[in-house]
């Protein structure tokens, strides 16, 4: 049972470059996130799937797109990356959406943007 | 859009002390109210939580209480240990899970 897992751990990207980020739970929750976390700072939620087949904005959506292939994986996508988006992303998830929750995170991708 | 004030932004305490973080939200259908633990280069972890029926409840060092009225919540830390020194974040929401700022905990020796 590995949990919730991110690839890559790191990633160093020039400015208008896209890359996907990729992350994967084995635990069935129902539910998944991605935050990003700057320096010294707090998590702040980009998207989020509350079940398979749906994905919702969070608070910082611009600049990111998501996927929920299958009630697994969860992938984030820049498109285009811009100095702004070097940050930590960490990938979490629920089994439901509502009651007792407990998150479960990932490693975290470390991605800097030049 | 729904807020999440979590204060103070950063709290130093000596070996020893009471750490007291607040978490004050508007939302009242809210009915979960957890707190998570993040050490540098981790991500978070679920410390402790309550629910609204109950307005205490007590972990080992760790105590969570709940004060409906004034929709706040607290994290208190007894006889607080530098092993505590870590990064503490409220959270809020119903799918849309929301977290509040953090407080960065340093316990000193």
């Known amino acids: 049972n590995a949990g919730v897992t991110q690839t890559p751990k790191f990633q160093v990207l020039k400015t208008g470059q896209s890359m996907t980020l990729q992350c994967a739970q084995d635990m069935n929750h129902n539910s998944m996130y991605w935050y990003r976390q700057d320096p010294g700072m707090g998590l702040r939620l980009i998207y989020y799937s509350a079940s398979e087949g749906t994905t919702d904005k969070g608070e910082v959506p611009n600049g990111y797109n998501v996927s929920r292939l299958n009630k697994r994986e969860f992938s984030l996508r820049l498109e285009s990356a811009a100095p702004s988006q070097t940050s930590v992303y960490f990938c979490?998830?629920?089994?439901?959406?509502?009651?007792?929750?407990?998150?479960?995170f990932g490693p975290g991708t470390r991605l800097t943007v030049t | 859009q729904q807020q999440v004030k979590q204060s103070p932004q950063s709290l130093i305490v000596q070996k020893g002390g009471i750490s007291i973080i607040n978490c004050a939200y508007e939302?009242?259908?809210?009915?979960?109210f957890p707190w998570y633990q993040q050490f540098p280069g981790k991500g978070p972890a679920l410390l402790i939580a309550?629910?609204?029926?109950?307005s205490e409840k007590k972990e080992g060092r760790f105590t969570i209480s709940f004060n409906k009225s004034a929709k706040q919540f607290s994290l208190h830390i007894m006889d607080s240990q530098p092993g505590d020194s870590a990064t503490y974040f409220c959270?809020?929401?119903?799918?849309?899970?929301?977290f509040g700022a953090g407080t960065r905990l340093a316990v000193h020796p």
């Open positions: 309550i629910r609204p029926d109950v």
């Open positions: 959270l809020l929401g119903y799918n849309k899970l929301i």
């Open positions: 939302n009242t259908a809210f009915d979960y």
């Open positions: 979490a998830s629920i089994r439901g959406g509502q009651g007792a929750y407990e998150q479960y």
